[in-house]
């Protein structure tokens, strides 16, 4: 499990991901994008998207502040990424609050081929068919075995599914990644799970294994989220801090921190 090489990749090629996203948290995943060494974009408009993903590496579809405008622009951004091969994640951000958000993420994973698809439990396994409780984009509760859960949906849809969470789990429906770096400082402010999903999907530009790339992508996250908690006094000073160690991230600190299991 080669995490480090995937990382150097990017450093390498730069890749340009594509962002159709929320816009909370969009400066948050433009920086992140741009502190681990690749380039963020963020066009939204329907005349210009199919042109802006045509030159990407990566498109991130991110449903947290949705509108169906905007839904309408991920979908022809889709369709265009999947002419030409591109990765595409989608990040089911309120998945089950509404009904809206539920149909609108629906009709996505109809109408273009999601490569990547990822969310909290309760997102996800509403997506799945599975009783679940979101509060806003909170996962409240959620019944089942999350990694079946996971692995079922990801045979369903024919793409790699992320439940992220204390310990994140990623399938494509026959290899499951169980990744354990993190730090609960992580979900003390808005956007760490938006910028989750723009290394998912800085990753993915560079590596065809789709699951090991999500899985990867993770992994460093996590590992720049614990090394940030060791010299941060808040929330303030600990997303900063965050920012700084996704910058200085590199092979050693990720040989020697990694925690990321394969299970059958």
Same mark, same amino acid.
């Given at each position: 499990m080669?995490?480090?090489?995937?990382?150097k990749?990017?450093?390498e090629?730069?890749p340009l991901?594509?962002?159709?996203t929320?816009?909370?948290?969009i400066y948050d995943c433009?920086?992140?994008v741009?502190a681990?060494?690749a380039?963020?974009?963020?066009a939204?408009?329907?005349e210009?998207?199919?042109?802006?993903?045509s030159i990407?590496g990566a498109?991130?579809l991110?449903?947290g502040?949705l509108?169906p405008a905007?839904?309408?622009s991920?979908?022809?951004a889709?369709k265009k990424?999947?002419?030409?091969?591109i990765?595409?994640i989608l990040d089911a951000?309120?998945?089950?609050a509404?009904?809206?958000?539920?149909y609108?993420a629906?009709?996505?994973?109809?109408?273009?081929?999601?490569?990547?698809? +990822?969310?909290?439990?309760?997102?996800?396994?509403?997506?799945?068919g599975?009783?679940a409780e979101? +509060?806003?984009?909170?996962a409240i509760?959620?019944?089942?075995?999350?990694?079946e859960?996971a692995?079922?949906?990801?045979?369903? +849809?024919?793409l790699?599914?992320?439940?992220?969470?204390?310990?994140?789990?990623?399938?494509?429906?026959?290899?499951?990644y169980i990744?354990?770096?993190?730090h609960d400082?992580m979900?003390?402010?808005v956007?760490?799970?938006?910028?989750?999903?723009?290394?998912?999907?800085?990753?993915?530009a560079?590596?065809e294994?789709?699951?090991?790339?999500?899985a990867?992508a993770l992994?460093?996250?996590?590992?720049a989220?614990e090394l940030?908690a060791?010299?941060?006094k808040?929330?303030?000073?600990y997303?900063e801090n965050?920012y700084?160690?996704?910058?200085n991230?590199n092979?050693n600190?990720?040989?020697r921190k990694?925690k990321l299991?394969k299970?059958e």
């Open positions: 080669d995490t480090a090489s995937i990382f990749r990017i450093k090629q730069k991901i594509h962002h159709i929320n816009w909370v948290t433009a920086n992140i741009r681990i060494g380039l963020p974009v963020m939204h408009a329907k210009e998207v199919a042109d802006m993903t990407a498109l991130v991110n449903i502040t509108t905007l839904v309408d991920m979908i022809i889709g990424a999947n002419e030409k091969n990765p595409i951000v309120g998945v089950g509404t009904g809206l958000r539920t609108k629906k009709e996505i994973l109809d109408k273009i081929k999601i490569s990547i698809l +990822k969310g909290n439990s309760s997102e996800i396994a509403t997506l799945a599975v009783k979101t +509060k806003g984009v909170e509760s959620t019944e089942g075995n999350l990694i859960i692995k079922r949906l990801a045979n369903e +849809k024919k790699t599914v992320v439940i992220t969470g204390k310990e994140d789990i990623i399938s494509n429906g026959v290899d499951v990744c354990k770096n993190g400082m979900g003390k402010f956007g760490t799970g938006c910028m989750a999903s723009s290394l998912i999907g800085t990753f993915a560079v590596e294994d789709f699951t090991f790339a999500s990867a992994t460093c996250f996590g590992i989220g940030a060791k010299k941060s808040g929330i303030g000073s997303k965050l700084d160690e996704i910058f991230l092979g600190k990720i040989k990694q299991e299970r």
